[in-house]
């Protein structure tokens, strides 16, 4: 590893570089008055792979693929290269009235990958946005859209979440997320959602299984279902594992049950795959492992790599057919300028062409068994009351004693002193409050693993003493 950094010239150029950075920059989801004190920044010249690289040569390992979006390593060539030779080609062209290749194919193999359910018509059409939350916003108005156009009476106008649930950060994706502190100054702007119990086998009675817990958890479900009937237009949920709610995660048979319940109450099912797509939890996506398959699916982070926002909606062809008339108005008139961009497109043709050439899936399930075997020491420190897995997402739950009942004083900020003292010795987590996870690229390497997991319990050791 680089002794560069120690070089004083090099130290006052980070240095100069931070100042430059807090001169003019409002950094997402940060109370910038941590910075540069509390919190550190830092700056990345290039990455490599797992690695993220300062100017001074230094190496820090993106356990959080980078917010969740990297899947093969930064500055992954065959993506560059795609990206490259689109620019070189066509750069963008409004998708309203004009069509490129790009997107074609992009949504032709799209829907082949889609989930798909015995007795179902599989998802039929693709609609394209430039970012997750617009993706959710672009779901949530067809299905809304979707009932208005056939004219139901009364309006069919809620929307049915979870607790705990996250799907961005615009106001109607807003509305349907149920974490306090992304959501409570918003409140008074927000439209009305109905929140079900989450089905998180964390917060299962003790001696009720997850499976058990999530069985509940959709009886409670069914039971608002009943109490709303005719009013709800769509039910959101993250499919296996919500993220931005600390990486908690559930049983596939709620899936199942959410897809038999919202089928008798003609009720949509949105999966929101933005997190969890593209092999992040074990199967390409995590519908499958329930068997189900939604109305609609939102895609975005992993689908171009992690490499350019891009977004897409799957849809059946039935929402598809609900929206065809003779009138404008009931046409989707929803819109983003870079709807479709021809280079996020190329960046997500060549991802999927990396799935296979590389047999990523099969290469994660090694990947994610060495995790498996790393993460379960830690399971045994006095602070940790949580070690779960889905796939390549690992995480662990800290608070004092090991125990649920009794979370560490926020006040503390355990998370916070995590983060920090693995950033000193050259790992990048993001713990989200006490949670501590590991959401790596899928090139991360045994040696890698090995840092990743040494790191992570002397943070927790030093976050907990
Ligand atoms: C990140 C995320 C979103 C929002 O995507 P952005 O591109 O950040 O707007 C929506 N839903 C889920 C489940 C996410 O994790």
Redesign the pocket.
């Given at each position: 590893m680089s002794t560069k950094h120690h070089d004083p010239a090099i130290l006052a150029e980070a240095d100069a570089w931070r100042s430059r950075d807090l001169a003019v920059l409002w950094h997402p989801c940060t109370q910038m008055r941590e910075h540069p004190h509390t919190l550190p920044l830092l700056p990345v010249a290039r990455g490599d792979g797992a690695w993220l690289i300062g100017p001074d040569g230094r190496r820090t390992l993106d356990a959080v693929s980078s917010w969740?979006v990297n899947l093969f390593g930064h500055a992954e060539p065959r993506i560059a290269g795609a990206i490259a030779r689109q620019a070189y080609t066509l750069e963008q062209v409004i998708l309203a009235g004009c069509s490129h290749m790009p997107a074609v194919e992009l949504a032709e193999r799209l829907l082949a990958l889609a989930p798909r359910q015995s007795g179902r018509a599989p998802l039929a059409k693709v609609f394209y946005a430039d970012?997750?939350?617009?993706g959710?916003e672009v779901a949530l108005k067809m299905a809304f859209q979707w009932f208005a156009n056939r004219g139901d009476e009364p309006r069919r106008t809620k929307f049915v979440a979870l607790e705990n649930g996250?799907?961005?950060?615009t106001v109607g994706?807003l509305s349907v997320g149920d974490i306090p502190l992304y959501r409570r100054v918003y409140a008074p702007l927000l439209m009305e959602a109905v929140f079900a119990p989450s089905p998180d086998a964390y917060l299962a009675a003790d001696g009720r299984s997850a499976a058990e817990h999530a069985e509940d958890a959709a009886d409670a479900l069914a039971r608002i279902l009943d109490e709303h009937a005719g009013e709800i237009c769509a039910l959101v949920l993250?499919p296996r594992v919500q993220?931005?709610g600390g990486m908690r995660m559930h049983d596939p048979v709620y899936l199942k049950r959410v897809r038999e319940l919202c089928d008798v109450h003609g009720v949509f099912l949105i999966a929101?795959e933005?997190?969890v797509g593209f092999g992040r939890t074990g199967t390409m996506f995590a519908c499958e492992q329930a068997g189900v398959m939604p109305d609609l699916m939102?895609l975005?982070?992993g689908l171009t790599g992690g490499f350019l926002?891009l977004?897409a909606v799957l849809a059946t062809q039935a929402i598809y057919d609900g929206f065809l008339d003779d009138s404008r108005e009931r046409a989707f008139l929803h819109s983003h300028s870079y709807t479709g961009n021809p280079l996020a497109c190329a960046a997500a043709l060549a991802t999927l062409d990396i799935f296979e050439a590389d047999d990523v899936l099969a290469r994660n399930r090694r990947t994610a068994a060495r995790m498996a075997e790393l993460a379960a020491p830690l399971a045994a420190h006095p602070h940790v009351a949580d070690v779960r897995q889905a796939g390549m997402i690992v995480a662990f739950e800290l608070s004092d004693g090991g125990r649920k009942s009794t979370p560490f004083d926020a006040a503390r900020r355990v998370g916070l002193r995590a983060y920090t003292h693995a950033l000193e010795r050259g790992v990048l987590l993001r713990p989200l409050g006490d949670i501590l996870y590991w959401m790596p690229p899928y090139c991360i390497d045994d040696d890698q693993l090995d840092l990743l997991a040494d790191v992570t319990g002397s943070a927790i050791e030093a976050a907990t003493a």
């Open positions: 969740w970012n997750g939350s617009a959710v996250y799907h961005g950060e994706a993250e993220c931005a929101d933005i997190a939102c975005s982070k926002p977004a």
